[in-house]
T-cell receptor, first 114, second 113 residues
């Protein structure tokens, strides 16, 4: 069965500092990988996704993520955080095939200090 | 218009009563999903649909049923609400299974008292 681990429940960074959110997955083959962001009271918005090919993927809002097969990781990064990036971030994994049911991690809440 | 609309946005109901949450989409998503979000658990899949009248169970389906009589609408019913079903419920959809990614609704906050 597929699973996702986000080891950091809560992270605080200063505005302008770099950010890395960790995600480790368990799946028997190369999965589809996603990062979503959730602002308070809102649904989830897709930041970026990885299917195959280049292991460094670019997303919206200046985010990027790197797929590392050897480490079963898909960490999210941003070189300079803005106060508006404060939100909860979810990593998700999905298989290829019918219905593409995604399994989500438990989320990392990002706080940005000014 | 939002691609996926959930109604109601908030609901308080009593234990033992049936409750139906509605998800309406205007983006021709073939696949639709109901998740619940709880602190420390992230999002967990309740039920999903891969077409009209085609539905299946997710990992936390006990006490829930779904129906999809047309592409646009995906209903989640709590047959007899319990306090453990107090949660935020999200509907999501996708047009295909090739990693397109989900579009989410804004959620329904349900409180069972």
């Amino acid at each position: 069965a597929q699973s996702v681990t986000q080891p950091d429940i809560h992270i605080t960074v200063s505005e302008g500092a770099s950010l890395e959110l960790r995600c480790n997955y368990s799946y028997g083959a190369t999965p589809y990988l996603f990062w979503y962001v959730q602002s308070p009271g809102q649904g989830l918005q897709l930041l970026l996704k990885y299917f195959s090919g280049d292991t460094l993927v670019q997303g919206i809002k200046g985010f990027e993520a790197e797929f590392k097969r050897s480490q079963s990781s898909f960490n999210l990064r941003k070189p300079s955080v803005h106060w508006s990036d404060a939100a909860e971030y979810f990593c998700a994994v999905g298989p290829t095939g019918t219905a593409s049911k995604l399994t989500f991690g438990t989320g990392t809440r990002l706080q940005v200090t000014l | 218009d939002a691609g996926i609309t959930q109604s109601p946005r908030h609901k308080v109901t009593e234990t033992g009563t049936p409750v139906t949450l509605r998800c309406h989409q205007t983006e021709n998503h073939r696949y639709m999903y109901w998740y619940r979000q709880d602190p420390g658990h992230g999002l967990r899949l309740i039920h999903y649909s891969y077409g009209v009248k085609d539905t299946d169970k997710g990992e936390v389906s006990d006490g829930y049923s779904v129906s999809r009589s047309k592409t646009e609408d995906f209903l989640l019913t709590l047959e007899s609400a319990t306090s453990s079903q107090t949660s935020v419920y999200f509907c999501a959809g996708t047009r295909d299974t090739q990693g397109y990614g989900y579009t989410f609704g804004s959620g329904t906050r349900l409180t069972v008292v």
